[in-house]
């Protein structure tokens, strides 16, 4: 596939996630960050995000798994990933956490048990998505292209 | 964006307990051309600062810049801490927050910051601050009310609006 084909590829791979609401104007502005002086900007904070969630995802499963749940404790993870899906811009992640974060209030436990198999969802759902993307990206680069800059005119 | 006649670099601390956000703030402070030390807590803030030791500015910083909600020492208690203390509390102070609490917002500002920032903060947040840097070099200080500047608790953010085209 030639370098053209590639990058029409990506931009319509790209925009598709901002149709579906998988991805907000966040991550337009971190794409926007990026430049020469650091051309992995984003490659990085996706796989702090990553890596940032993972652990929450299992800190979550492990409070809700208690006898005596500690909503608390719970909120201040959901809370977290909350913060850090906001600050990547994945969009449904953060939704979720914040349906996630009233269950919470309540101490409704059926609830939030729901709600954690939602984050996770959405969690797997985006990953996939920013994995494939970026993998577009790096077959762009590695043939010699550059990484067209997405506007969202809509 | 007009920029200063002056060459040298304002000097921002920010403190986030949370590392992509401190690695965000750090891009968006690098890319506004400031000179940036990132730390992870108030009380690495303040050592920083040299106010745990004697009181006495260790190095030059003009604007601090902190995340609200961390552990141990909160953006608050750092707001007033330096504040309080006579050798840095003229250093400008801006708090960010995830969460619109309107509360929140009010105390900090009556606190002696400077402004308030909703995360996930913008690049057109961070155009915000050089007035207050600048006007510190000025003589003449007519320290204006940053009233009007501040975010309203009730102003909905229309993220696609603000978007900034290249």
Known sequence: MEVGQMQRRLVDYTKSLFMEGFLDAQFLQLQQLQDESNPDFVVEVVSLFFDDS??????????????????????????????????????RVKNACIAFRSFCEEQNIDATLRCLQQVKQEYYLVKNKLETMLRLEQQIVAAGGSIPMIELGF | MVMAASETKFHVLAVDDTLIDRKLIE??????????????????????????NNDHQDVEVNLIITDYCMPGMTGYDLLRKIKESSSFKDIPVVIMSSDNIPSRINRC?????????????QLSDVNKLRPHLMKRTQTNVNKRKAMDEIVSPDRTRARYNELEVN
Request: glycine residues 8%; charged residues 25%; hydrophobic residues 40%.
């Open chain 2, 27 to 52: 891009k968006l402070l690098k890319t506004s051309s400031y000179q940036v030390t990132a730390v992870d807590s108030g009380t690495k803030a303040l050592e920083f600062l040299g106010l745990n």
């Open chain 1, 54 to 91: 993972e652990k929450l995802l299992n800190d979550l499963t492990m409070a809700l798994d208690q006898p005596s749940v500690d909503f608390k404790k719970v909120d201040a993870h959901v809370h977290q990933l909350k913060g850090s899906s906001s600050s990547i811009g994945a969009q």
């Open chain 2, 109 to 121: 500002l009556e606190g002696g910051a400077e402004e308030f920032f909703l995360k996930p903060v």
